[in-house]
C-alpha cells in the first residue's frame, strides 16, 4: 500500500505544487493520471491522494484538481481519452507501452524508496538459471512481452524458453516458487525486499538480475501547454521543502527532478526495436 501511495501522491504534488513561475496559474483544473501496471491501493490510494491534493490547491492557488489512479491500461486509456489530463505518472514499463502512442513527453523524474519496477530479478531453490528453462516461470509482469523480452531480458532470452505462468497478484508470485508450483518466479525490486517476511522466502536465490531501469517517469501529456510545463518543470526540485518536506518523508519520496527524455532513450529504442530473432 505505502508503495502505490508513494507513486501515486508524488505525482499529484508535483503536478500542483507552486513552481512561483511567472505564468499565471490555469484558471481550470489540472488533471493528472497516475498509471502503475499492477499497483495496489485502489481506493484507499485515490481517497488518500484526493485530500493531499486539497492541500496542494490550496497553497498552489489553483481553482481545482482532478486526478485518477489507475492499474490497468484499459482504465488508463478510458482516462485519457475522456478527460484528456495534462500530466501523468507512470510506472517504466507502463510508460513504455502508452509512450508513442499517447505522444507523452518526459518532464521529470521521480526516485521512491522500494517503489517496485526499478530491477527485475528471476528468483528459484535452485542455484543457477539453467534449472529455470523448461520449467514454470511464474510472475505478475508477463502482460507485456516485448517489455520483458527486448528490455528486461535484453535480446538474450526469450518467455518460450520457459513455460511462462501468469500470476495476478505479487505474493501469489513468490508463494508459487515456495509452494513447489513453480520452479522459478520473475520479480521485481519491491517483491524482492519482501522475501524474507514470506514463508520459505529465505529459501530462494537470485538467479538473475536485470540491469536496473531509470527512475519513475513523469510526464506531459498533449493536454500541457508549454506554459504550464514550464511552470510544473521548475516546481520540481522545490515539491519536498517548506510543508512538503514531511509528506515527502512519510511517503517514502528520496528524490524529484526535472528531465527531458534523455534517461529513457535507450530502453525507448529497445522496446520500439524489431521483434527478437528467433534462436
Known amino acids: 500500500m505505502l508503495k502505490t501511495l508513494t507513486k501515486a501522491v508524488l505525482l499529484a504534488t508535483l503536478a500542483l505544487a507552486p513552481a512561483h513561475a511567472s505564468a499565471a496559474a490555469p484558471a481550470g483544473p489540472i488533471k493528472v493520471v497516475v498509471y502503475l501496471e499492477n499497483g495496489v491501493g485502489g481506493a484507499r490510494a485515490q481517497q488518500y491522494l ?25 482504465a488508463a486509456l478510458e482516462y485519457i481519452a475522456a478527460e484528456k489530463p495534462a500530466f501523468g505518472l507512470f510506472s517504466v514499463g507502463a510508460f513504455l507501452a502508452l509512450e508513442e502512442a499517447q505522444k507523452l513527453a518526459v518532464v521529470g523524474q521521480a526516485t521512491a524508496q522500494a517503489a517496485g519496477g526499478g530491477q527485475y530479478f528471476i528468483v528459484s531453490k535452485g542455484k543457477d538459471l539453467a534449472a529455470c528453462k523448461g520449467k514454470a516461470l511464474a510472475s505478475n509482469h508477463l502482460d507485456d512481452a516485448r517489455f520483458v523480452e527486448h528490455v528486461l531480458f535484453g535480446g538474450a532470452m526469450r518467455l518460450a524458453d520457459f513455460k511462462a505462468t501468469p500470476m495476478q497478484r505479487p505474493v501469489q508470485t513468490l508463494k508459487a516458487v515456495t509452494r513447489d508450483e513453480a520452479a522459478c518466479a520473475l520479480i521485481d525490486d519491491a517483491q524482492k525486499a519482501t522475501l524474507a517476511s514470506i514463508d520459505g522466502g529465505g529459501a530462494l536465490n537470485v538467479v538473475w538480475s536485470s540491469e536496473k531501469l531509470p527512475a519513475l517517469p ?40 526535472a528531465s527531458g527524455a534523455a534517461p529513457y532513450a535507450e530502453i525507448i529504442r529497445e522496446y520500439r526495436g524489431k521483434d527478437l530473432a528467433r534462436p
Open 218 to 257: 513523469v510526464v506531459s501529456l498533449p493536454g500541457a501547454d508549454a506554459a504550464l510545463v514550464a511552470r510544473f518543470q521548475a516546481a520540481l526540485p522545490k515539491v519536498c521543502e517548506g510543508d512538503g518536506k514531511a509528506v515527502c518523508a512519510d511517503i517514502g519520496i528520496q528524490g524529484l527532478k
Open 50 to 74: 484526493d485530500r493531499l491534493l486539497a492541500v496542494v490547491a490550496k497553497e498552489a492557488g489553483f481553482s481545482a484538481i482532478e486526478s485518477r489512479y489507475v492499474t490497468r491500461e484499459a
